[in-house]
């Protein structure tokens, strides 16, 4: 059964940085690309970074720059580095698998997800 297990959220003020976790089992890691999605309070889920099997990146126009995604295959990690936090930043912080043959929109399975709060 696939596990998603996503940590590192808080409160922080802006400006500030915050580094998010997710640990992922009951799939094979390695072989799939992953993201980490986000939900603003009354938005959409909307995907923030994504990272390929190989460890290629892209990022969502509002946080380049800012992010950083990451990858611990031996792991089986998926981390993401928030730096230069916004307010625009707050929401609840998913990770998921990311890949050509899955429209994420569609996935049922979601973790807890990890609570970012940036104050001003």
């Not at 923030?48 to 611990?72: C, E, H, L, P, Q």
């Amino acid at each position: 059964q696939v596990q998603l297990v996503e940590s590192g959220g808080g409160l922080v003020q802006a400006g500030g940085s915050l580094r998010l976790s997710c640990a992922a089992s009951g799939f094979i890691f390695s072989v799939n690309g992953m993201g980490w999605y986000r939900q603003a309070p009354g938005k959409q889920r909307e995907l923030v970074a994504s990272i390929t099997r190989g460890g290629s990146t892209n990022y969502a126009d509002s946080v380049k720059g800012r992010f950083t995604i990451s990858r611990d295959n031996a792991r089986n990690t998926v981390n993401l580095q928030m730096n230069s936090l916004k307010p625009e930043d707050t929401g609840d912080y998913y990770c998921n698998t990311h890949n050509p043959l899955t429209d994420w929109r569609l996935i049922k399975y979601w973790g807890q997800g990890t609570q970012v709060t940036v104050s001003s």
